[in-house]
Each structure stands twice: as structure tokens, then as C-alpha cells.
């Protein structure tokens, strides 16, 4: 089982990107998918979720208004889509799976996605 990221790149603050985030092995519908980021020497830090029940949570206020999660469980695909770009936003981008939204602690990574935002 594992959980593969996708879609990060490099982008002008004020752009947009869309990562995704694909499971196999998993029943994403089953399952919470919370996106964290990490960057250079800083504590991994949580993004937003989806619940099961298409619920969300924000887990920093840093992104709100600009980043949204959506998730095709069809695709077994959870989405995150980033707009309004930050220099600040740059980082390694995971998603991570758990019964309820995870947390650092949580068992089920990807490997990562680099987002740079630069001019």
C-alpha cells in the first residue's frame, strides 16, 4: 500500500498549483487525508484535511482563503489546490492517510512533492 504525490513544480508567487495526492492499496473513501509540508529547517507542519465524510480542516490559518482539498474517491485521488502563492509556501508537500485526519504521528506517507515558489 502506498501513497503517491504528484504535481509540484516551481511557480511566481501569486500562481497556482494543483497537487495530487493517489493511493493504491487503499480504499481512499475508507479514509481521512491530511496534506503536510516541510520546509528547509523547519518542523513538518499540517496543511488541510478531508475527512471521510468530505469534512476539512485548516490545520494553519497561514493558507486559508488561498488552498483548497477535494477528494475523488472514484479516482482514489485527493486534490489540493493552491492558489494566490507565497514565497512562504515553499516546501516538500505530503499527504499522509489515517481513520481521522492525521497527524506527524501518523503511519501512511508519501514520499513528497516539491513546491518552490520564486521569482
Known amino acids: 500500500a502506498q501513497l503517491v504525490e504528484s504535481g509540484g513544480g516551481s511557480v511566481q508567487p501569486g500562481g497556482s498549483l494543483r497537487l495530487s495526492c493517489t493511493a493504491s492499496?487503499?480504499?481512499?473513501?475508507?479514509?481521512?487525508i491530511g496534506w503536510f509540508r516541510q520546509a528547509p529547517g523547519k518542523e513538518r507542519e499540517g496543511v488541510l484535511c478531508?475527512?471521510?465524510?468530505?469534512?476539512?480542516?485548516h490545520y494553519t490559518d497561514s493558507i486559508k482563503g488561498r488552498f483548497t482539498i477535494s477528494r475523488d474517491n472514484a479516482k482514489n485521488t485527493v486534490y489540493l489546490q493552491m492558489n494566490s502563492l507565497k514565497p512562504e509556501d515553499t516546501a516538500v508537500y505530503y499527504c499522509?492517510?489515517?481513520?481521522?485526519?492525521?497527524?506527524?504521528?501518523?503511519?501512511?506517507w508519501g514520499r513528497g512533492t516539491q513546491v518552490t515558489v520564486s521569482s
Open positions: 499522509a492517510l489515517d481513520f481521522t485526519c492525521p497527524t506527524r504521528e501518523s503511519t501512511y
Open positions: 492499496g487503499f480504499t481512499l473513501d475508507h479514509y481521512a
Open positions: 478531508i475527512t471521510s465524510g468530505q469534512g476539512t480542516l
